[in-house]
């Protein structure tokens, strides 16, 4: 990720504009290559003295706030830590300095040499626990060419940081790649609404960092590491409201600006809180099991994308939509809607940190057809509270469930 003082654009009539780099020019590549190399053959090295090396390609780059975002961008795949020991690095300096202080406040004048042999005991290296010497004990290498892409593709997440929202049409998206990207969306937790304004198109509005009024920072990373998922879609519109100091305008992207994404695919990874999550739901519970495909269920000009979906060894199938402390402000509305359309096929949870109690049976109160698909979690369901409102629902649920609901999305 580009911090702002790295980020390169341009300004003009409202509009930002940044400043790609040619990914084949053979300048770019043969500093993507060195800078990649210093950290490569770097194994083992202290922070510093690898620093110094980076800094000396950068400050004789042509270009050096490319050259800088560059440098950034391979110090983010490299991973330090202290040298491994139990040694107590504080205590040594007190030592050192300790002995220092009473052999200089003799007042007697020796060499340099003399002085050492007094102060020895202290090994060389006082200052192993500070971040400057701190050991490289791993480095992710890329491809040269990978390099520089992913700098562009890091201008766009270092502007999107800065973000009051963001929208993203979809024409013409595949149910399984729209599936993807909503997973994706899922996985970072993003506050977002989508809608299907005309037939054959999808819009997302996720809400930016500025909309929030805790943790902003955290959302800020997980929106702009959120961006290269967008770049596996085929087509898309991204336009975004940018807010910097003394500029605020548009940022507009499509498919045409050829940028690359690098993730894989998300079903690659699933969380270990997920991967428990099936484990003790399978354990608890043999009347409901998990099943893989969750549909998109239009709930009236907006779309609800369930986190899971369970099927009932009769039959009946059940989604459930979880809403976390970003979330909350969809909660009332999908309600309304449980309200009016009772034999939809959905329960909702909601995180404890974003509702009270008090809260909580307010929401109840005033959703009294909704109320038994309503319950609270800490992090992640309890399975026990799950089924039992899970079996609620299916007394309401027709027998048909296991057939598309109307107002699923095809």
């Not at 030592?95 to 020895?120: H, N, P, Q």
């Not at 999808?202 to 961006?227: C, H, M, T, W």
């Not at 779309?303 to 039959?315: A, E, K, N, V, W």
Request: proline letters at 6%; a neutral charge; charged letters at 30%.
């Amino acid at each position: 990720m580009l911090n702002r003082e790295h980020l390169r654009y341009t300004f003009r009539s409202g509009k930002f504009h940044c400043r790609f780099v040619d990914v084949s020019d053979e300048n770019n590549l043969r500093l993507a290559s060195a800078l990649m190399t210093v950290y490569a053959d770097g194994l083992h090295r202290r922070r510093c003295e690898l620093a110094e090396m980076s800094h000396a390609l950068v400050s004789a780059a042509a270009d050096r706030k490319f050259a800088s975002g560059l440098e950034k961008l391979v110090l983010d795949m490299a991973e330090f830590a202290n040298a491994e020991g139990n040694t107590d690095y504080p205590a040594l300096r007190r030592e050192l300095f300790s002995k220092s202080g009473k052999i200089m406040g003799t007042g007697e004048d020796f060499s340099e040499t003399e002085y050492r042999r007094r102060v020895a005991g202290p090994p060389a290296d006082i200052y192993g626990d500070l971040p400057d010497f701190e050991l490289l004990t791993a480095f992710r290498e890329l491809e040269p060419g990978e390099l520089p892409r992913r700098y562009n593709t890091a201008l766009v997440q270092g502007l999107l940081m800065n973000t009051s929202q963001l929208t993203i049409a979809l024409p013409g998206a595949e149910t399984a790649e729209l599936r993807k990207l909503v997973k994706f969306m899922k996985f970072f937790r993003l506050l977002a609404e989508i809608a299907a304004p005309r037939p054959g198109e999808i819009l997302l509005q996720v809400s930016g960092p500025f909309a929030l009024l805790e943790n902003s920072r955290k959302y800020a990373l997980q929106l702009a590491s959120f961006f290269p998922a967008v770049l596996k879609m085929k087509h898309f519109r991204l336009e975004a409201e940018i807010r910097l100091p003394g500029r605020t305008g548009k940022l507009i992207l499509s498919e045409k600006d050829n940028l690359v994404s690098h993730y894989r695919e998300l079903a690659a990874y699933v969380p270990e809180e997920i991967r428990i999550f099936h484990r003790v739901f399978r354990e608890r519970c043999s009347e409901w099991t998990i099943v893989g495909e969750t549909p998109f269920i239009n709930t009236g000009g907006e779309i609800c994308f369930p986190d899971l979906s369970f099927r009932r060894t009769d039959g009946r199938i059940c989604h459930l939509e979880l809403f976390h402390r970003w979330h909350r402000g969809a909660l009332p509305r999908r309600l309304a809607f449980l309200d009016e359309h009772p034999r939809t096929p959905l329960i909702l949870g909601v995180d404890r940190a974003a509702v009270t109690e008090e809260g909580f049976e307010e929401l109840r109160t005033a959703h009294p057809a909704a109320a038994e698909r309503l319950f609270r979690f800490r992090d992640f369901p309890a399975v026990e509270t799950l089924v039992r409102t899970l079996d609620k629902a299916a007394e309401t649920l027709p027998d048909n469930t296991h057939q598309p609901t109307q107002g699923v999305l095809p």
